[in-house]
Structures are given as C-alpha cells and as structure tokens.
C-alpha cells in the first residue's frame, strides 16, 4: 500500500469524530499531501449535532483551523499548500470575497494557486463552504507569466500557478470576454499556454483538466473540448467535466483548472475496448507521469459501448459500476485502488436525500482503507441520465 494515512490525534480535532466517516482526512506519500475537503461543522453540544454555525467567514476560520491540524499530524504546514479549492454555495456568496482576509491569516504571503466555483450545495446542507487543499513538501515557487495583465496578482491571495515537487498546479482560469462559450474557451487556453511557458513546460507536461462548465454552457460544450484538443494536439489529458451552479463572475461559461508533471514520461492510459467512447470525449481514462497518476471522471457508462448501464436514479448501482469502472483503469495503469489518493464524487440535486449509499460502495471498493475526499451537489453530470460521477488521483 502506497499511501500514508494521515492519523490525527482525536483531541486535536474537537469538532468531529473521525470514525464515524468513509474518507480520510487527509493522505500523503513521499512528501505529497491530498487533504480531504474541510468545511465549518463542528458538534454542538446543545444540539447534540453537527452543525455549520455562523457565515462563510465564520465557517472558512474553522475550515482552515482543521486543515491546520491535519497539516501537523502530516509533518507539514500552511506553508507547505500549493493548490486550494473553494467550493461555494449560492447564499454564501455574497460574503466570499470576505474569506480573502482569512486565507492570509493562515498562508500569509506563501503563494498558492487557487480555484473558487459555485456549487448547488454541499453534503452537509447548512455548510456554505467546503475547503480542499494539496500540499507538497521541499519548497515551492510562484509561476506568473509577463504581462501587464498579471500584474493584478500582485494584490490578490493566490498566484496563477504554483510549481513545487516537480508538478505545477494551476489557478482556475476563467475569462469574462468575448461572449462566446467557444471564445471564452479558446481565451482560456491562451493563458494557459502563457503559464506553461513560462513554468518552462508545455502541453506535453499536463496530466488532468477540470472543466467546470456553466449551466448556460452545456449545448456548447463539445466545441469548447473541441479547443482543447486543438492545444493539446495528439496528445490526451485525463479530464474530470461536470456542470457547476456557476462561475464566480456570472458572465463566465467555462473555468479550466490544470495540473501538469514536470518529471517522468508521460503515459496515457488506455482501456481495451473503450476506445470509441474515449475518442468521442478527447481525453484518456488516465494519464501517469512518475508516481503522479490522474484519472477521468468515471459514471455509470459502459465504456464498450457508451451507454448507461444501470436504472436511473439507482445512486448505489450508478456509483458501483463508476468505482468498477475506476478500478478497471488502475488495472490498467498498473496500479490499484490501495493506491487511490483523494477522490471527488459528485451527484446532482436530485439524490441529495440518498448519498449516504455512497458510504456503503466506498466500503465494497476500498475497504476499511479510504482515501481523503470531498462530495459535492451540483448542477447535474454531462450525461443527464447519470447521477454519479468519480474522479480520483493515485500517488504510486
């Protein structure tokens, strides 16, 4: 087994106990840290509950005061986070750009590459923020590429990406004009060959795209993955797609997170037999670059033949045939579900009431062994008759 399980010591984590979940929280391996995403739920006495007090600037303090000690039980620290994501329900907006002044609180001037989006909800339904970092240990170094139009990073909690332990973590890159979704897409991918140059990389170096897509964009989606294929040319990422509740900035179709491998050859992972499907979505189930492997996004797809294999609405069915799906790829990559990392499911508003089922299939695939994780409600998968998906990264 590849990865260490981060063990935290239940009196330094007041607000939850920690057996009662199906993730970790947090998993590291040789200086690689994935932390499950945090949000502000604490026990309440009173109550004799779980609850998420207070606004989103209340509940990131506690956020980030758990990150903080898992961080510790990992022998790291704030310092260490190279990459963060924000994911942010609707009535918690109004406040988010608030959190800013927390998040220097606890980095300070240590640069991070960070991603904000807005989901449907979160798992628990009174939390308005839920928090997932990355952390590397060694050192790490700032990439802001030459321009005027980068200058406003200067100012602001994050940089365009980070490079540290050989691997470069993007920012979330969103453009606002022109209006098109097919143009935002071909403007986000400038930027994006922007920062690749000047980490000294290229498209040859990424590993995983995130594309979390707009509601309004959905129709217009197979021409914006059209743009990505032509940046990447023969080459295949591993991509994780998904509609969101929204871009931060409303006039946004479509922001692109990126992850790339400085070290190591580059090997895209193929599954006999799943060709076709693959060929349809322009990526790969899987990319390995050194001990870094990202896989696609898995839902309840035959991949022989496209096609949905189970009922809908059949959230326990769905999500074991995408963890089946997951473990065919590991096979595949050479590596199994012991090495899994961190995962992120999601499911759209209309199984909230059912996902303690995923619990149970977490069990069936990983044992008593689990991964860190995060869980989220979105707006729906990029198949309408799915309700499930997975994405997951092994650190081997």
């Known amino acids: 087994m590849a990865r260490n399980h981060i063990q935290v010591k239940p009196e330094k984590f007041p607000w939850l106990d920690l057996n009662r979940y199906t993730f970790s929280m947090g998993v590291e391996h040789k200086g690689v840290a994935y932390i499950s995403g945090q949000t502000g739920s604490a026990y309440d006495a ?80 009174d939390a308005l923020i839920e928090i997932q970092a990355i952390a590397v240990k060694g050192g790490k170094e700032v990439v802001i590429p030459a321009g005027p139009e980068y ?27 022109p209006t098109t979704a097919e143009n935002q897409a071909k403007a986000c991918y400038t930027r994006i060959d922007k920062t690749l140059q000047a980490a000294g990389a290229s498209y040859t170096n990424v590993v995983h795209i995130v594309d979390y897509v707009a509601p309004m964009t959905v129709e217009h989606y197979e021409a914006m993955a059209a743009v990505r294929q032509a940046h990447f040319g023969d080459s295949r990422p591993s991509v994780n797609a998904a509609v969101f509740h929204g871009i931060l900035n409303p006039r946004g179709h479509l922001e692109v997170d990126v992850i790339a491998s400085l070290t190591g050859k580059r090997e895209e992972i193929l599954v006999p037999g799943w060709e076709q499907s693959y060929q349809k979505l322009r990526s790969v189930p899987a990319v390995r670059m050194g001990n870094l492997v990202y896989f696609s996004s898995q839902a309840s797809i035959d991949h022989t033949t496209g096609k949905t294999v189970v009922a809908n609405y059949d959230l326990g069915a769905q999500a074991r045939q995408a963890y089946q799906n997951l473990r065919q790829v590991c096979s595949a990559a050479g ?62």
């Not at 109004?94 to 300070?108: A, E, H, I, M, N």
């Not at 050989?166 to 606002?176: A, T």
Request: glycine fraction near 8%; charge should be positive.
């Open 46 to 125: 009173e109550s004799r509950s779980v609850l998420c007090k207070g606004d989103i600037v209340e509940q990131t303090k506690i956020a980030w005061e758990k990150i903080g000690v898992i961080l510790q039980a990992a022998g790291m620290a704030y310092t260490d986070i190279v990459r963060t994501v924000d994911y942010v329900v609707p009535r918690g907006f109004p406040l988010y750009s608030k959190t800013g002044d927390v998040r220097r609180q606890f980095l300070g001037k240590s640069p991070v590459a960070s991603t904000g989006v807005l989901v449907h909800s979160l798992l628990r339904p």
């Open 151 to 177: 200058e406003r990073f200067k100012d602001l909690t994050y940089a365009p990406a980070v490079k540290a332990g050989g691997k470069l973590f993007f920012s979330g890159v969103v453009e606002l004009e």
């Open 335 to 396: 590596v199994s579900m012991d090495d899994i990392a961190y995962t992120l499911e999601l499911v759209p508003p209309t199984v909230m009431g059912d996902v303690r089922v995923l619990g149970q299939v977490r069990r069936e695939y990983f044992g008593a062994s689990f991964p860190a994780a995060t869980g989220l409600i979105i707006h729906q998968n990029m198949r309408t008759n799915t309700i499930f998906s997975v994405a997951a990264v092994a650190l081997a």
